[in-house]
T-cell receptor, first 111, second 115 residues
Framework: TQLLEQSPQFLSIQEGENLTVYCNSS?????LQWYRQEPGEGPVLLVT?????EVKKLKRLTFQFGDARKDSSLHITAAQPGDTGLYLC???????????FGQGTELSVKP | KAGVTQTPRYLIKTRGQQVTLSCSPI?????VSWYQQTPGQGLQFLFE???????NKGNFPGRFSGRQFSNSRSEMNVSTLELGDSALYLC??????????????FGPGTRLTVL
């Protein structure tokens, strides 16, 4: 059972375009994290959101946590080739290291 | 501060063998979690150790086991390897303390290939 549905799975866009990645669940999470992973490497933490309705910005990346803490989105403005990678959302339900990951969004930004 | 290190980075084994993977967490971190990443299943949680005790466990068979030492370093063992165990095994560390948000810092992974 996939508790976190991430969409789209694949995204290929041109440099300068905007995009949004969605992460949805029927379950409530105490926090939700977004990671970016490059080939041959481990995921790198981008942001953690913990409060329903919270919005966080990281340069051209905007992260939002749904009011009910069941869903989240990542919006990238004016994408650049350096944004290429696998974007993963992960939810935590309680204390401890268990994270539930979405399937990931493979983003390719072409110059 | 040094990041999470994993050894070895690459490993090739044959079916039926066993393998041990090692992980050194970020200094001061007491929680170590292990994940399996495959193209079909994505990232799946194996188990978490905190202060040498298993605190959380995923839905993997008993062939997958782990342990944590007093210096927080952790090892993961897979016995009787199967072809389907071929994957990237990721270790992640966190402070693991109450009130934290489970932010995980991942190592580069060990790529295991089972032939």
């Amino acid at each position: 059972t996939q508790l976190l549905e991430q969409s789209p799975q694949f995204l290929s866009i041109q440099e300068g375009e905007n995009l949004t990645v969605y992460c949805n669940s029927s379950s409530v999470f105490s926090s939700l994290q977004w990671y970016r992973q490059e080939p041959g490497e481990g995921p790198v933490l981008l942001v953690t959101v913990v409060t329903g309705g919270e919005v966080k910005k990281l340069k051209r990346l905007t992260f939002q946590f749904g009011d009910a803490r069941k869903d989240s989105s990542l919006h990238i403005t004016a994408a650049q080739p350096g944004d290429t990678g696998l974007y993963l959302c992960a939810g935590a339900r309680n204390q401890g290291g268990k994270l539930i990951f979405g399937q990931g969004t493979e983003l390719s930004v072409k110059p | 501060k040094a990041g999470v290190t994993q050894t070895p980075r690459y490993l090739i084994k044959t079916r039926g063998q066993q393998v041990t993977l090692s992980c050194s967490p970020i200094s001061g971190h007491r929680s170590v979690s292990w994940y399996q990443q495959t193209p079909g299943q994505g990232l799946q949680f194996l188990f978490e150790y905190f202060s040498e005790t298993q605190r959380n466990k995923g839905n993997f068979p008993g062939r997958f086991s782990g342990r944590q030492f007093s210096n927080s370093r952790s090892e993961m063992n897979v016995s009787t390897l199967e072809l389907g165990d071929s994957a990237l095994y990721l270790c992640a560390s966190s402070g693991g303390l109450a009130g934290s948000y489970n932010e995980q810092f991942f190592g580069p992974g060990t790529r295991l290939t089972v032939l």
